[in-house]
């Protein structure tokens, strides 16, 4: 099962695909993000995220997306942009005909790092550690999108140990 | 010129296209309302947004969309909604090479009724007056749109005298 997590936004898009299966470790096929020049237009800058999102998609050909749900505790200029970002990519999983899923970020932060409330270092490191990247993953909003595609595939494969490498380093809790 | 307004959102969409020149009154084209089922899934209920702005734009051939600016005084789950609609809408508007403008809502209603604080049934009484409807354009969100689309003309065409019929009743204030 083929999972396209995304972080949306109009500035930056974050996106990761995994790979997961019933039992199997995670693998992380691709990740990375969208940016668009803060001198676009609105409109140009929608545009920029449904094509890359919609291409991205087509080449990667995901079973799923998901997509975190939105929370109004930030700025408002913020969340309009977010919300105006999420519309595009939600319209670009549906043309491509791809089932959307939606998650609270509490419970992707909790799919991750066990914890609701984990900052966003923790949520970085458990998702190298997960999916066995070299690296931290970057920037932030690339770590969330495949956190919340780690998120969809722990809540619809019940994947129990997905990571057969030991847990020896904490999460500094 | 021909103008397409829009009044955003994901239940519902109002439409408006209307047709001005330097000098000359407004003619109405046409105007409505897209509207999504309530258990559609909101990828859905985008797409069909989407779709239907998207063969507006193909059928009218409008030479500019305008769109409300979005404020947040309203209840954060509505904007929620409206923002996403709004990011779709824009979308439709740029893949159709239709360039966007973008009025806060106090420019709109001072372009219809002179006052930038007026009521909902101020503006739908003055777009019907100025666009000579037989009746009040229904529902709001087609109100709204007409109105928009008439700010539009008026702020690009700097039109004097747009109505030649006299403004016999006033606005009940």
């Known amino acids: ?28 096929v691709c990740h990375g993000c969208i940016r668009t020049e803060s001198d676009w237009p609105l409109a140009r800058k929608l545009q920029a995220v449904y ?13 799923a997306v998901a997509v975190e749900e939105l929370f109004f505790n ?8 977010v919300a105006q ?20 970020p509490l419970a992707v932060k909790r799919a991750v790092t066990g914890n609701g409330r984990a900052t966003k270092e923790q949520v970085r490191y458990m998702v ?11 920037p932030d909003d690339a770590a969330d999108a495949l956190a919340c595609a780690i998120c969809h595939l722990n809540t619809s494969l019940t994947i129990t140990a997905y990571n057969a490498a030991p847990l020896d380093r904490g999460l500094g809790r």
Request: with cysteine; proline share 8%; charged share 15%.
């Open 1 to 28: 099962m083929l999972v396209l997590g995304i972080d949306p936004g109009t500035a930056l898009t974050g996106y990761g695909v995994v790979r997961g299966a019933r039992g199997s470790i995670l693998t992380p």
């Open 74 to 81: 930030q700025n408002a200029r913020t969340a309009i942009a």
């Open 128 to 138: 190298q550690h997960l999916l066995r990247l070299q690296t931290l993953p970057s």
């Open 51 to 63: 094509q890359e999102v919609s291409r991205i998609i087509t080449e990667s050909r995901p079973d």
């Open 85 to 104: 970002g999420r519309g595009v990519t939600l319209l670009a999983a549906a043309e491509a005909g791809c089932p959307v899923f939606e998650y609270p």
